[in-house]
């Protein structure tokens, strides 16, 4: 186990700066102006940034009224993100496209419709459940996972008819195969790895994964600590690793990028999104190391480029390697959006 290189090679800094470099999932302390400079000068050119998780309908409203003070606020860094031109866009200007997303439908309620309201507001990813039940649907730490419900049905009809992407990332073994045979478009892990090479809830079965890029999905190889069989002494290289899994069982066709970056998050934020429902405790967090860190050589957007780096020492040629930064995302989200 080593850590990833410091220093980029011009050959990596070169392809770098020519990909569209596309994060699959970040939840980072939004509104931290630090977060934002770093996804700019990281040279990330979009993330699906999370703006709900437990969040019910008017928390969820106010989240995306303060993502429109913050595209005002710091325009010198991000730009929305609501069509593909948005993120080509983007990528000239040298700004960090916003995605917004919601690990969770619930902020909906039992309205299906809601979605329309929120599409128009910018919302173009949407996880179906997260970690537990919802109307929808089981999540991947639930009891019991009993599949889809009506409702959920329903809204993947919705979302599908929007040109919402699905994410199952968080959600029950039974609840994804289930999304996958009944979505009409392809849908996503964005921030997810092979349960196979470690075995841990919140990753993957290998019939999923199969079953998810068969259709034209994407997995976006997930960053964060705890997926990783290292835990928080893992490394650059342990995340390359669970990349070269994925492409090993799906090609480099399918296989991206969603770190998962909590960057300026507190302990009492990890014990809201591990509590039941944002409430109930749940999920312990006491592990978590405050400050909160991340991968050695992948930490921040300002080590994107290091995941580059890797690619091409191990023998990723530049057009794979550009795939995998944030072509693969790109294809899929000008299959599923609706651009007008």
């Known amino acids: 186990m080593t850590a990833g290189p410091s220093v980029a090679s011009a050959a990596a800094r070169r392809l770098f700066a020519e990909a569209v ?136 009809r919705e979302m599908n008819r929007l040109g919402i992407l699905i994410d199952l990332s968080h959600v029950g073994d039974r609840t994804v195969l289930e ?9 996503a892990f964005t921030h997810a790895n092979a349960r196979s090479q470690t075995d841990y809830p919140r990753n993957k079965t290998d019939e999923a994964i199969r079953a998810l890029t068969g259709r034209g999905g994407v997995v976006g190889a997930n960053a964060f600590p705890a997926h990783h069989r290292h835990g928080y002494d893992s490394t650059l290289d342990d995340y390359l690793d669970a990349v070269d899994y994925l492409v090993d069982m799906v090609g480099d066709d399918q296989v991206a990028i969603g770190t998962d970056f909590c960057m300026g998050r507190s302990l009492e934020w990890f014990d809201w999104i591990g509590a039941s429902h944002g409430r109930e405790p749940y999920l312990d967090s006491g592990d978590v190391p ?14 994107f480029v290091n995941v580059a780096e890797g690619l091409l020492r191990r023998g990723y040629s530049e057009d794979a390697a550009r795939k995998i930064l944030g072509g693969n995302w790109l294809r899929l989200f000008g299959e599923v959006w609706r651009d007008d």
Do not use: M
């Open 21 to 156: 470099v596309i994060d699959g999932l970040d939840t980072s302390n939004w509104g931290d102006e630090q977060v934002f400079r770093e996804l700019r000068d990281g040279g990330v050119t979009a993330v699906n940034a999370t703006c709900a998780i437990w969040e019910g309908f008017e928390e969820a409203l106010a989240n995306i009224t303060a993502w429109l003070r913050w595209f005002e606020d710091y325009a010198d860094y991000i730009r929305p993100v609501r069509r593909v031109a948005d993120i080509r866009a983007a990528k000239a200007e040298g700004r960090a496209g916003i995605i917004l997303g919601w690990q969770n439908a619930a902020p909906v309620g039992n309205d299906v419709r809601r979605f329309r309201l929120f599409h128009a507001l910018g919302v173009r990813i949407v996880q179906l459940t997260y970690n537990e039940r919802n109307l929808f649907g089981n999540g991947c730490w639930e009891r019991h996972d009993d599949g889809l419900s009506v409702i959920g049905l329903a809204a993947i």
């Open 179 to 187: 999304t996958i045979e009944h979505s009409e478009q392809p849908v």
């Open 290 to 303: 405050q400050p909160f860190r991340l991968l050695q050589g992948f930490a921040s957007p300002l080590e």
